[in-house]
């Protein structure tokens, strides 16, 4: 095995690792290709589910106008400059009085960059619950909610994460996922995106595995690596990858399945801003062939010079990822 091939395991070991990859080519992109700028073409939200010893969940009474009264989570926008978890803290802080640490995250919601929230559990580890005497802009109180006694509710939203919450802490259902800090200057995912032969039953190791690789060539070399599509500002971040599978297959996209199975890492680094305000997505993609459409074993041809299938050869590398796809072990992205 070359040393190509072996610097493309130790990046998609990486990556399955929740590890974060410098974001150099990018593969599919708008024409015109501009840097996202916080809060001015991107927006970034944080949220925190929070238990205390008894299974209770922090709430916090709003203080904003057009939601006076009402209980949410601790959720609030990221400001100029803030990693993902130094926000989480903050907010926490602002509105419920309690210093916070992330466990994982526990689930990506969004609606294209207008609108992305990274939901985390989160553990208590100081500072005292916010009071009604020290009510401010940012919440009128914080209190501890057993989920049955009544409360008026700024958003039933908050319900399905709650319950994700609960679940997380009585089975993990995938590794700690938490934001690393890497530079990003646009909204992006790195995919790693497979074929699996006979993908109709659950995959297993006897069955063959691919990687979808794009070419890269500058004037000394050509060299493979993952594609890294890029979002565009008025479409769901996951757009990105359809688009990218149709430059690859024009003629025959449309009898292939694409299966998104989630998040495997999430970077971002915030600290120059307007220059490193994006985020890269780290995804497990699954693609195969339409039902009556299947060729056993074989990955549907590309049309597209600039890609390259390669098979998956080292046994351990394989196993992890099938073992990813078929327990759908991943921070699940939902698309609002």
């Known amino acids: 095995m070359g040393s190509g091939a072996e610097a493309l395991e130790e990046r998609v070991e990486k990556m399955l690792n929740g590890e974060g990859l410098e974001v150099t080519d990018l593969d599919l992109m708008t024409d015109q290709l501009q840097a996202v700028t916080l809060r ?3 927006c970034y ?5 929070i238990f205390n010893d008894k299974g209770e969940v922090l709430m916090v009474q709003e203080a904003k106008p057009q939601c006076y009264g009402r209980w949410y989570l601790p959720a609030g926008r990221m400001e100029v400059g803030e990693s993902i978890h130094e926000a989480l803290c903050r907010e926490v802080k602002e509105e419920a009085g309690l210093d916070c640490e992330p466990i994982t995250m526990l689930l990506v919601e969004e609606q294209g960059q207008q609108w992305i929230r990274f939901t985390f559990l989160a553990q208590v580890k100081g500072g005292s619950l916010k009071t009604t005497a020290e009510a401010d802009a940012e919440s009128l109180q ?3 909610w057993d989920r049955e006694a009544p409360l008026s509710l700024r958003g039933r939203d908050i319900l399905s994460l709650i319950d994700a919450g609960f679940r997380y802490r009585e089975t993990v259902r995938f590794p700690v996922c938490l934001p690393v800090n890497l530079p990003c200057a646009v909204v992006c995912q790195r995919l790693l995106l497979t074929f699996i032969s006979n993908t109709h039953s659950e995959p297993s190791n006897e069955e063959s595995l691919w990687l979808l690789l794009t070419n ?14 890029v979002s565009e500002k008025a479409y769901p971040v996951t757009v990105a990858t359809y688009k990218l599978i149709r430059e690859c297959f024009p003629s025959s996209c449309k009898t292939l399945n694409m299966n998104v199975h989630g998040i495997l890492g999430v970077q971002h680094d915030g600290r120059v801003h307007g220059q490193t305000d994006g985020i890269c997505f780290n995804m497990l993609v699954a693609l195969d062939h339409a039902e009556d459409e299947a060729v056993p074993g074989s990955p549907p041809p590309l049309e597209n010079k600039r890609f390259t299938w390669q098979e998956v050869t080292n046994q351990i590398l394989k196993r992890k990822i099938l073992s990813r796809i078929k327990d759908r072990t991943l921070l699940p992205m939902n698309s609002l």
Request: aromatic share 4%; proline share 4%; net charge negative.
């Open 45 to 49: 939200i944080v949220s925190a589910v």
């Open 142 to 144: 914080a209190q501890w």
């Open 216 to 229: 890269h060539s500058t004037d000394s070399e050509t060299h493979t690596d993952l594609p890294v599509a």
């Open 40 to 42: 001015k073409t991107v």
